[in-house]
């Protein structure tokens, strides 16, 4: 990967030449407590990360209606029953699932959490790696997402194959990128889903992990992109710095793995090792959106793990990106001091006009310690980011 150097001069050079101003945004942040309230559950599903919300009428960019459907996907999730504050023996951990909110609007009886069990009633994971280069114990964590208008409505949703290497909270590592396929109509569980390994899991120049499909912006009419190229752009993340570089491809290509592209900090190259970093300081889960004056917003966890839910404006779906404006300070989500806060991200499609419904993952270092004295630690929280006029 190149250095951060190329992109530097180019953000140099795009502010020389009078362009957009990367660096300030008039806005109000408030919490959305309805959101967070959504999520408090007290059987079945009780906590989830890793939410990814993907409307299913494949319009990215705008607000749906109260007629559509939005697929919400976690990674690990916590099953269970609790009562008041206390949380009953018997719980699991499944490693993703899924969900279904009817509309927009967050009404808990309209949202339906799904995973799979086995024929003696045991909790499964909805997806379970089983890919060429899967190894008997890998578990899937999940990317971003989007449906294909272009492939038949194909749901498309990146696959992280997680290996358990140590004991301990951080004893495990990514070591495949997959791509799941899920054909139109289908219905949560999701029982007849393809998977195909991809090559977009890398070592960096450090010798670090990287993967693509920490986020995805459809930049397609058909998705409500304010001025599509009609390209799809696939961000990927890597290394301590976290690290931020860019794909694109058109989304009747998106299986065909040769025609992607990679920004390389001046053009779009064939290989993917030639991709140019274009920002870092990232989380590796984000989002890149369209704001109304024709900018993106690309928003983030600063530095990974940290209270701070932060954005940095790009001139474009590739940058250049400014510096990092800081959203929102999580310390008040910190019952205990062993919680961290991650992964912050918005959805478009769940935002009114001139605002971001941001979301952000609350965990522990002490898990099933402080998930014993507060067992609805572990739950998405959620931030309205509302535009001010000039």
Known sequence: ??????????????????????????????????????????????????????????IENRRAGSKDSIL??????MIGTITGDSLHPGFVMVNNTVGILKGVKPIKNRFQFFWKENSE??????????????????????????????????????GYRIRNVNPGAFGF??????????PAGSKPPYLNYEQM?????????????????????????????????????????????????????K????????????????SWDTAMNKAADITDRVSNELSVSPLPDGRFALVFQENGMSTSIAMRIGASPVGPFGPVIKLWDCKSDA????????????????????ELLISYNVNSFDFLKD????????????IRLKLLDK
């Open 1 to 58: 990967m190149k250095k951060l150097i190329l992109t530097l001069a180019i953000f140099s050079i795009f502010n020389h030449l009078g362009a957009q101003d990367l660096s300030t945004l008039r806005f109000k942040v408030e919490e959305a407590p309805e959101w967070s309230e959504m999520f408090i559950r007290n059987r079945g599903w009780f906590g989830g990360d890793g939410i990814y919300s993907i409307p299913l009428n494949g």
């Open 72 to 77: 919400f996907i976690f990674s690990d999730s």
């Open 121 to 158: 009633n045991k909790e499964l994971s909805v997806f379970k790696p089983a890919t060429p280069n899967t190894a008997g114990n890998d578990y899937y964590w999940l990317g971003d997402g989007f449906v294909n208008q272009e492939l038949a409505n194909t749901i498309y949703i990146f």
């Open 173 to 182: 590592r990514e070591v495949g990128n997959t791509l799941i396929k899920i």
């Open 197 to 249: 390994d991809t090559p977009f899991y890398f070592l960096d120049e450090d010798n670090e992990i990287g993967s693509y499909g920490a986020g995805i912006y459809v930049n397609t009419k058909k998705a409500g992109a304010p001025n599509p190229d009609g390209y799809i752009y696939i961000y990927g993340v890597h290394g301590k710095a976290k690290k931020l570089v860019v794909a694109r491809v």
């Open 251 to 266: 989304p009747i290509d998106f299986e065909g793995f040769g025609n992607w592209r990679f920004w390389n900090g001046k």
């Open 335 to 354: 019952e205990e001091k062993t919680y961290f806060m991650y992964n912050a991200k918005a959805h478009p499609a769940l935002s009114d006009p001139g």
């Open 371 to 382: 998930l014993a004295k507060h067992p609805h630690l572990y739950r998405p929280r959620f």
